[in-house]
C-alpha cells in the first residue's frame, strides 16, 4: 500500500505526481546486444542460404530462414507486449530462444552432412571465434566477411553468435523474473495506482478539513475581537455623556 507523508498530505498534487505509472516503460530493443546479435544472424543465414543451399526443392532454406526472423522478431514483439505483460514477454522470449536453437542445430546439421569440421576447443581458431562473437554484436562488425568466408566459416560464426545470443537472453530473462517479483506485473501496478489515488484524495480531504477548521478558528477570533470593539465603543459613548 502506497502511504501518504505529512508533505504528500499539504500538497497533494506533488504525491499525485510520484505514483508510478501503471504501465511500464517500453525498451529500445534496437541497443541491447542479443537484439543486435539476431539481427546479424538473420542477415547472415539469408546470405548462406543464397550462397550454399539449394535455390529449389529444399525446405532447409526456409526453415533456416524463419528460424532466424522468428528469433528477431519475437524479442520485439515481446518488449512491445512487456510494456503491459512480463509474463507474455518472457514467452515471447522463450520462442525467440526456441527459433535460435533450431537454427543452431541447423547450421550443426550442415557441418554434419557435408563432413565439415565443427571446431571445438581443439581448432586454433576456436578462441579468436569466440572472442570476436563476444565483442561484436553489429551487422556492420559481420558483413564484411558474409562473401568472403568458406561455408564451414559461416557455419560456426553463426553456431557460435547462437549459443552468445541464447546465454544473453537467459541472463535478460532472469532480470525480468527478479523485477516481477519485487514489482509484481500490471494487477499490482493497477492496485498499487487505485490505492495511491485513493490517499491522494483522502489527503486532498483532509488538507481541506485542516484549512476549514483554520477559517473557524480565525471567523471565532475575529468575531471576540469585534465583540470587544463594541464594548470598547459602547463604554466610549457613556464616558462622553
Known amino acids: 500500500m502506497i502511504e501518504s507523508s505529512q508533505e504528500e498530505r499539504n500538497n497533494p498534487i506533488d504525491a499525485a505526481a510520484m505514483i508510478d505509472t501503471v504501465l511500464r516503460k517500453e525498451k529500445n ?7 543486435q546479435k539476431t539481427v546479424v ?7 548462406f542460404s543464397q550462397r550454399f543451399l539449394p535455390k529449389y526443392g529444399d525446405r532447409t532454406v526456409d526453415q533456416m530462414v524463419q528460424a532466424a526472423r522468428s528469433g528477431k522478431q519475437n524479442i520485439v ?4 507486449d512487456g510494456v503491459t505483460s512480463t509474463e507474455l514477454e518472457l514467452k515471447l522470449l522463450n520462442v525467440a530462444r526456441a527459433s535460435l536453437k533450431e537454427l543452431k542445430e541447423d547450421y550443426e546439421d550442415y557441418i554434419l552432412t557435408r563432413k565439415l569440421q565443427r571446431w571445438s576447443k581443439e581448432h586454433p581458431r576456436y578462441g579468436p ?9 553489429k551487422q556492420e562488425n559481420y558483413e564484411p566477411y558474409y562473401y568472403r568466408w568458406t561455408d564451414e566459416e559461416m557455419a560456426n560464426v553463426a553456431i557460435s553468435l547462437c549459443h552468445f545470443t541464447d546465454k544473453m537472453m537467459m541472463s535478460y530473462a532472469h532480470y525480468l523474473e527478479k523485477d516481477f517479483i519485487e514489482n509484481g506485473g500490471i494487477r499490482e501496478r493497477m492496485t498499487a495506482a487505485r490505492l495511491g489515488y485513493r490517499n491522494i484524495q483522502r489527503a486532498t480531504i483532509e488538507a481541506k478539513d485542516r484549512e476549514i477548521l483554520a477559517l473557524k478558528t480565525e471567523i471565532d477570533s475575529l468575531k471576540k475581537e469585534v465583540n470587544s470593539l463594541k464594548k470598547e465603543i459602547e463604554s466610549l459613548k457613556k464616558e462622553k455623556r
Open 129 to 137: 571465434l569466440l572472442d570476436f562473437c563476444r565483442q561484436h554484436n
Open 41 to 47: 544472424l538473420y542477415q547472415m543465414t539469408y546470405i
Open 77 to 80: 514483439e515481446g518488449m512491445a
Open 29 to 35: 530493443w534496437e541497443s541491447l546486444h542479443f537484439y
